[in-house]
DNA sequence: ACCTAATTTGAGTATACACTCAAGTTTGAG
DNA sequence: CTCAAACTTGAGTGTATACTCAAATTAGGT
């Protein structure tokens, strides 16, 4: 696709135009023609890199959630609450990109669903994770009762997010903790 | 407002317009020229009566929600069970309001907040409500661990739901269940 | 029947949006 | 240096949007 040096470049500079755009405005601020002005480039040129606005918002998306990832190349290392630590590092550094998330996982009816499917997927990959931190540290678990307690907790941890993206006075990482208690 | 008769027959058309098009097809179906053309009415009739598209919407999403409560009256014999049932109910029957509900409560950006506000307003409802429960089941329960439990038990409840919108094959009823009886 | 206020009309405003494409320019492998 | 492919341009397309308002009509209390 983008094999030219000055290709590879153009298409950085428009995920970061779209990343800080979400960041700071949300899905509302992040037109088309904000994304061509931030990252100087005019729409043809999007896309000539990108299959449509969604496309480079989903990647922005994946990636802002990847950073803060506490074992990215899945050593295997990482325990329940580094995974909890990371979720609640994730809202406070990116809330509006949490809004984001959710909303674009939702309201996939335009993209057919695409997009929900890749957000499952995404969401199965982090259960998988969770599930196998909690059968590190209780070795006892069978796979099946890990998964779904793995599916509880992040459950609970999606639900006190969206409380707190309702009201950003909530103490997200103390309710966090206390519903990883209950899982193991 | 609408005073004569004709006024609040075509409000409850409006309304019931709404409440259709959002069932069926979710946000993006809902616009103001399908709600009008369906409950028979010129657009200006409508702002005649609602201040905006939004208004009319948040209307439906609440009053959906307070139909499946299982004591809309409060009259505080609901059981924790009974307000866990009542949530499994409105994801089975009403599918499509349940993720309008979530969408309409974050995309908040246009509106100011206000819809925020009313959404936040609805659940500090809703986890009283709950807290009133735990506490009848368990008398020795102060309110303000009532309070901790009724978040920790709504968030996990939002969290699957979110979950179950993502794919419908989801569980959530036994999921549901599984997280009622880890809080009380 | 009168009269005010409620209601209705519907053409009109503004305008924002994602996306296309034919024609040019630049890149970099061979 | 050549040249095909990658990249860029930017005016243009098409469409949908929520919302307004002045004028006409209707409701219903008196």
Redesign the pocket.
């Known amino acids: ?8 470049e ?1 298409k950085a500079r428009i995920i970061e135009a779209t990343r800080s755009l979400l960041a700071e405005g949300g899905l509302d601020a992040t ?3 904000a994304i061509c002005d931030r990252a100087k ?5 999007f ?3 990108f299959g ?3 496309d480079a918002i989903i990647h922005v998306v994946r990636e802002s959630i990847r950073a803060v990832d506490p074992d990215p190349d899945r050593v295997g290392t990482d325990t329940v609450d580094d995974l909890v630590d990371a979720y609640s590092r994730f809202l406070q550094e990116e809330p509006e990109m949490a809004r984001v998330y959710v909303i674009a996982a939702l309201a996939g009816e335009s993209t057919g669903d695409s997009a929900r499917r890749q957000f499952l997927r995404h969401h199965m990959r982090r259960v998988e994770r969770f599930g196998d931190a909690m059968q590190r540290s209780d070795p006892s678990l069978t796979p099946e009762a890990a998964h779904v307690e793995a599916e509880l907790l992040l459950g609970a941890l999606d639900g006190l997010a969206f409380r707190w993206a309702l009201d950003q006075t909530f103490d997200f990482p103390k309710y966090a903790l206390l519903a990883r208690e209950r899982f193991n």
Request: proline letters at 0%.
């Open positions: 696709m983008a094999r030219y040096q000055v290709g590879i153009t037109t088309l023609k480039v005019r729409s043809g040129s896309y000539n890199l449509s606005k969604e």
